[in-house]
T-cell receptor, first 114, second 111 residues
Framework: DADVTQTPRNRITKTGKRIMLECSQT?????MYWYRQDPGLGLRLIYY???????NKGEISDGYSVSRQAQAKFSLSLESAIPNQTALYFC?????????????FGSGTRLTVV | DAKTTQPPSMDCAEGRAANLPCNHS???????VYWYRQIHSQGPQYIIH???NNETNEMASLIITEDRKSSTLILPHATLRDTAVYYC????????????FGQGTTLQVKP
């Protein structure tokens, strides 16, 4: 099983619909992140969480919300999807407890809003 | 935040060494340099990181200049499977620990 699992892998939804992307991890890491990637561009940070009670906005949080249900689970919601939220979404984790802040990424969710 | 500059694209012949440069002239003293790669829309994969000494692991070597203003990622024997976008990232100097991605270098390994 993958260390960081994202569901669904692919999703097509209509404008105005609410959609949730889910992420779970078996790394035991405290920190979790949601990024989006648009074609030909690098990754941009949407939200990040240091623990269950700590949620922080990233570079592009407008139109998104998150929920950290447990240490291992971090969900991203689009309350009312719009076409320019069509992108590839990645969840990532990192360990704050050591000097190595290496990240582990999931395989991504490809979201299309029509 | 320290900014990085990488060439947008590079080619390398299969079996040869691939040397990917990165400039980070505003890096702070305790900021690490990280390298990740992304193979065709998969999740980015950690390669290597370093502070000021050269580093080597099973995937690559990282050479950091003495003034720390630039670094080079070396893939010693590139294969076709190394074709990817390579990101040089300087870790944000704060408690957030978040990685800020730039545009990266698209490395094309050719037969």
């Amino acid at each position: 099983d993958a260390d960081v699992t994202q569901t669904p892998r692919n999703r097509i939804t209509k404008t105005g619909k609410r959609i949730m992307l889910e992420c779970s991890q078996t790394k035991g890491h405290d920190r979790m992140y949601w990024y989006r990637q648009d074609p030909g561009l690098g990754l941009r940070l949407i939200y990040y969480s240091f623990d269950v009670k700590d949620i922080n906005k990233g570079e592009i949080s407008d139109g998104y919300s998150v929920s950290r249900q447990a240490q291992a689970k971090f969900s991203l919601s689009l309350e009312s999807a719009i076409p320019n939220q069509t992108a590839l979404y990645f969840c990532a984790t990192s360990d704050a407890g050591t000097a190595n802040y290496g990240y582990t990424f999931g395989s991504g969710t490809r979201l299309t809003v029509v | 935040d320290a900014k990085t500059t990488q060439p947008p694209s590079m080619d390398c012949a299969e079996g040869r060494a691939a040397n990917l440069p990165c400039n980070h002239s505003t890096i702070s003293g305790n900021e690490y340099v990280y390298w990740y790669r992304q193979i065709h829309s998969q999740g980015p994969q950690y390669i290597i990181h370093g502070l000021k000494n050269n580093e080597t692991n099973e995937m690559a070597s990282l050479i950091i200049t003495e003034d720390r203003k630039s670094s080079t990622l070396i893939l010693p024997h590139a294969t076709l499977r190394d074709t990817a976008v390579y990101y040089c990232i300087v870790r944000v100097q704060s408690n957030t620990g978040k990685l800020i991605f730039g545009q990266g270098t698209t490395l094309q390994v050719k037969p």
